[in-house]
């Protein structure tokens, strides 16, 4: 709409069948996307609420950081088209981007690339936290507890509502989050830690911490530092997707950074969400060959079969993820300078591909490859294990959560969030005394594992 084109009309009316009540709503407009119909406190005024499990009609803030146009396949940081800085920039600069909301000036960026680097080590008590984990233990379950105990070295010097302290937490999480990554990978695999390099790139050093081995000089290869840090790129930020949500919704309550990044770790771990790259490459490992391709789509489209084609559909892209057309381009350049250029998985994927985007119940309910798809197969390429995607995934992530949740901290419209419910229980009921209660069936399920604590 043209500046100065005013909007007439510009609201919705509901109205209530019941009593004939109408409930005139003025429609809030953005920047770009579709306008939202403002309903704050219309339970107040109308006594009833509005009902979107997972929310797919519903806007829980606002935010300037990232735009997505699922119908076009777009996603901009802060304005800039991913296409742009995947191949023009780099992840620190993006981390910049994300958190100040303009590129870096020289000067800016050498100095923030400094005070990144001058936070990558962890408290040296820390480190014993992951001793308490088993060395079988997920990297994704060894995140969730290490990160969520840096709340409880910087918690005297955290006083959210300094914006200084704010900034310095994000640094904190931004620089750590590498070395934690690593130091999971290290544990389960019985290798001892090796101190981050201040000589090295964000992405070089992730690389070395996970890879090197002490008394061996180890330069990681430049074309899969960057690639790294182009999928570093991808992953940074997405607007309200369920681990951003968890973020800003467990730091409505005011609680520590640390603790709520946390948070978001452990959503995003979900296979639904970014634990994908993981279900993918074991997708690909299951259907083995290009012959069977077939038999696992239609288990997709069985309703009767749980199984899912991993690393395909998403809540918003209803095209192409832009992030997994990058991420294909990524996967034959990293896959070429390792010689892999005839890697069988690749082969796979892009037939599946080929066969799920023309099947029509795939192209009916608009299911494209999204950033998922790709991603596992240069990062095993890479050498990293299929257990490290997704920690790989909540370290590229990390810049947008904080970022996130710095927006909503300093937002004067936000508040605790604290949506309710549609009440499908059992209605109000005396207590029953226990010799006047029927004998039921066992409803316990303690005789599933012989009682007792399992
Ligand atoms: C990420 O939100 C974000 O931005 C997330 C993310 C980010 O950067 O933060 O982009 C990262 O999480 C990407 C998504 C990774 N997950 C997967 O690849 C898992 C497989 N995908 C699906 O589980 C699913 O597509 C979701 C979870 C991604 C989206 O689910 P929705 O939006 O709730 O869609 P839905 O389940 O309602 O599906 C709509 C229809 C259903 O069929 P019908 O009931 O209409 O007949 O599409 C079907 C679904 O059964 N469907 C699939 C499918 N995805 C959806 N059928 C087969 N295979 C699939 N992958």
Known sequence: MAENQTRTNDRFTLIDERDGKRYQRPLLHGTLGPPA????????????????????STASCKSAITFIDGEEGVLLYRGYPIQELATQS??????????????PS?????EFVNDIKRHTLIHDQLMHFFRGFTRAAHPMAIMVGVVGALSAFYHEDTDIYDPEQR????????????????????????????YPRNDFSYAENLLYMTFSVPSEEYRPDPVLVRALDRILILHADHEQNASTSTVRLAG??????????????????????GGANEAVLKMLMEIGDKRRIPEYIARAKDKNDPFRLMGFGHRVYKNYDPRAAIMRETCYEVLEALGHEDDPLLELAMELEKVALQDEYFIERKLYP???????????????????????FAIGRTVGWVAHWKEMISDP????????QLYVGAPQRPFVPMEKRP????????????????
């Open 167 to 194: 900034m310095l937490a994000a640094y904190r999480i931004i620089a750590k989050m590498p070395t934690i990554g690593a130091y999971a990978y290290r544990y389960t695999i019985g290798r001892p830690f090796v």
């Open 252 to 273: 409505s309550s005011g609680a520590n950074p640390f603790a709520c990044i946390s948070a978001g770790i452990a959503s995003l771990w979900g296979p639904a969400h």
């Open 90 to 103: 780099d992840y620190m600069e993006v981390c910049y981007l994300l958190l100040y909301g303009e590129l």
């Open 413 to 420: 419209e936000s508040k605790i969030g604290r949506p309710r």
């Open 37 to 56: 119909i403002d309903i704050r406190n219309f339970y107040g005024e109308a006594g009833v609420l509005t009902y979107d499990p997972g929310f797919t």
């Open 439 to 454: 004998a039921p069936g066992h409803r316990t399920w303690s005789r599933f594992w012989g009682g007792g604590e399992k």
């Open 106 to 110: 020289p000067e800016e960026k050498a």
């Open 370 to 392: 999204n950033v998922d798809f790709y991603t596992g197969i240069v990062l095993r390429a890479m050498g990293f294990p299929t257990r490290m995607f997704t920690v790989l």
